[in-house]
Structure formats: C-alpha cells, structure tokens
C-alpha cells in the first residue's frame, strides 16, 4: 500500500530550515518542495512522460515568489496536460515561442519584409514613395506595435487626422500599405486574421482629379521655356523624351542604356519596373504581362545621340548628378517645370495627357493610343486572348507625334530670333 502523504501548509513551508542537505517536501500530485543545503526552497512537479513513460522533474519556481497555492495551481493545470497526452514542458515552450513570435513581429519588422520583396514587383520610383509613406506616416506610431495587437481602432487614430486635411489620397495609400504588410504577415504565419481589411471603408473617397495639363498649341511657348530653363541638359533631355514617349516618369527616369535597341530603334522597359500588381505573378508572367516596348522615332533617335554623348559612359540614361552610380529623381521633371512658371498649370505627368489628347483628336485607333501610355487594353478576357502590342502601328503614330513636338520647338526658336 503507497505511503500516504499529508499535504504542506504555509506555515510548515515558511518554517523550513536549512540542514546542509537536501531536503524534499511532498504534497501531492508530483508537486514536491526541495529545499537546499543553504536552505533555498524550489518547488518541482514529478510527472510521468505521456510518450517516453519516464519520469521528469520539472522546475516551477522558487518560494516564496511561487507560493503554494499556485504552485499547485500549476500542477493541476500540468496534471491535465499529461493526461491529455501533452508533455507540459513542451507546452510551455511552445507557449513562450508563440508569445516571442508575437513581440518580435512587430508592424515595422513585418513591413521592411515586406519592402525587401517588394522591389522586383513594381518600379523603383513607386518603391521608394512607398517607404516614405511608412516611414512619415505609420511607423513612428504604429511600428514598434506588434502585427497581433494593431486594430483597426488605432489605424483610424494615425489616419483620422489626414482625413481632417483632406488628404484623402494619401490615406487612400495608407491603407493599402497597411493591408500589403497585414496580408504579408499572414502569409509568412506571423497573423491568423487581417482585421484592416475593411479599413478604407471608414474614410472619405478622394474624388478623381485630372493632372493639369497644357494643349498641343501652347508647345511652342512650353519649349520656349524649357530653353531658357536653367536645369540641367539632362533634366531638360528628360522632359523633352517624357513628352515624346509618354511614358510615366518613374520608367523613364530608371531607363538603362542596355534597354536601347539601336537596331530594331526601340526602348524596353522590362515589367519589374512598370505599374500594375504582380503579387502572385511569376517572372515570366510579368514580363509577358507588363513589359513595355516603345517604338522610337527618328527625331527620338536624334535626342538620344545627343544624350548618349553626356550620359553614354553612364548605366542610366539620365544619371545623376549626385549619385554617380544612380539615375536622377523622377520628380526632377516636375520640379524643373514648377520653376519654368507652370506651378498648378501643368506636371510631368501631365505630359501624357498633352500627348494623349493630340493623339485622339488626330483619330489614332484608342488601343493604339492606350498601348503607348503602356495603359491595359479591354477587359480580362480580351487581355487574355490579346497580347497585340502594334509596334509598328505605333511607329507610325510616334513619328506623327515626334514631328508635331518637333515643329512646335523648331517654331519656338523662330520666336526666339
């Protein structure tokens, strides 16, 4: 018959003494006391492995820090685990991990993950106004906040007051940020739930503004400004190549003269760089889907000679002035444009609207005109039957828009004199 062991109370454990051995206590349930030679008193818990069927001593805690009472409030709750067939220790390990995995993933960790898989899926310009976003706006509030803890409660207290500026558009963004790192983090285990999927819900809509822009008419008075700017050649070689190919300002700022086909006269702009979401694309669907070839006309031709004499040593097209290894900002274009005077009159971007415009009026077919824009022709089933890129269709419309802008910048000169 087992030895009957009579339970410890708080005053026999208090009174214990050292004894220059070791002493252990039991009271019950495998939740013994074991009190040192100097008298330090640990409380254990004895259990009998639900798998391997050894027995395990298993540290709780010191006394009196761990009193009694919830030591054995752990040995019941232990005593359950094993009977359940869990290992306790095994438990409390996965426990602490979670908990560590919860306090390491914090928003910023989870959004520079993200940043760092970011890159390859969309242009470096909108990469770079991404992380600025983040860094003005969400993390120095939000950042140290573990992905676990954000809500969309504290979301609305960082964004509420852009909203009050009516900066609508950059909440806009801001919430998909947040979305883009709330959905990553799930991805990668360190989420269960995105609870900011409905954020942009609670926010005013921006209402769709049109870039300013000027007609084709007002092309001789734009170049005679242009002329007399004092950017630089390059900066100035940037705005007179964004009006001919109109493209966005990002891809042609980050153009690398290997993307010149000298030959076949066209420009590449491989789809990692343009716009679009490439989430679950593979690289090849990327490049099949988003790949941008610009046909170049014989008057582009001539500008990129001229460049290519300052910049031909460089990778970029349009490199730096400050960075020797970069190329320039893609808001010079627009910077350079305030100051020629056209400050709420007219943006880089707006560029494309100039060319857009002649185009249609001219009666150029809208998909060839889209396409130029590097704009999605129809909807998902005709994309996905048609890949038709016109290249030489469009050669033909390019070399009608080249000679207009040409025409309007030689009538500048005659201005001029």
């Not at 993950?113 to 992380?131: C, F, M, Q, R, Y």
């Not at 983040?134 to 809500?151: A, C, D, R």
């Not at 444009?337 to 707006?350: D, N, R």
Request: with cysteine.
């Amino acid at each position: 018959m087992p030895k009957r062991v009579l339970p410890l109370t708080d005053l026999t454990v208090k009174k214990l003494k050292a004894t220059g051995k070791v002493q252990k206590l039991f009271d019950g349930g495998g939740l013994y006391l074991r009190v040192s030679p100097l008298g330090c008193k640990t409380w254990y818990f004895n259990y009998l492995h639900p798998i391997t069927k050894k027995r395990i001593d298993m540290r709780l805690g010191v006394y009196p820090a761990l009193s009694l009472s919830t030591a054995r409030e752990w040995q019941r709750a232990y005593r359950s685990l094993v009977a359940e067939g869990v290992d306790p220790k095994d438990h409390i390990e996965d426990t602490r991990q979670k908990y560590l995995d919860e306090y390491e993933n914090t928003f910023d960790k989870m959004a520079y993950l993200w940043l760092e898989e970011k890159p390859h899926k969309g242009s470096e310009g909108h990469h770079h106004d991404t992380i600025r976003r983040l860094e003005n706006h969400l993390l120095p509030k939000l950042g140290k906040t573990p992905v676990k803890k954000i809500t969309a409660k504290a979301v609305k207290l960082v964004l509420k007051p852009l909203e009050k500026k009516n900066k609508l558009e950059l909440v806009k963004r801001l919430c998909r940020d947040m979305n883009n790192v709330m959905f990553f983090a799930m991805n990668h285990d360190a989420l269960e739930r995105n609870p900011l999927a409905y954020l942009h819900k609670q926010f005013r809509k921006p209402i769709p503004q049109n870039h300013p822009y000027i007609d084709e008419s007002e092309l001789p008075e734009f170049f005679s400004l242009l002329n007399d700017a004092s950017s630089d050649d390059v900066t100035k070689y940037f705005i007179e190549l964004k009006l001919h190919l109109m493209t966005r300002s990002q891809d042609l700022a980050s153009s690398r003269w290997s993307a010149v086909n000298w030959e076949k006269r066209i420009l590449t702009i491989p789809g990692n760089q343009m716009k679009g979401n490439k989430e679950f694309l593979t690289q090849k669907q990327i490049d099949e889907k988003y790949t941008h070839v610009i046909p170049l006309s014989d008057v582009v031709i001539n500008i990129l000679q001229k460049l290519r004499a300052i910049t031909g040593n460089s990778e970029f097209l349009f490199n730096s002035l400050r960075a020797a290894a970069g190329h320039i900002n893609y808001q010079s274009g627009n910077k350079a444009i305030k100051e020629m005077g056209y400050e709420g009159k007219l943006v880089a971007h707006g560029l494309r609207d100039t060319a857009s415009t002649a185009l249609h009026d001219a009666g150029y077919p809208e998909q060839w005109i889209d396409k130029a824009l590097s704009h999605r022709v129809g909807n998902e089933v005709s994309r996905s039957y048609n890949h038709a890129k016109y290249i030489e269709l469009r050669r033909d419309m390019m070399n009608w828009w080249s000679d207009k802008i040409e025409s309007a910048k030689q009538q500048s000169l005659k201005d001029i004199v």
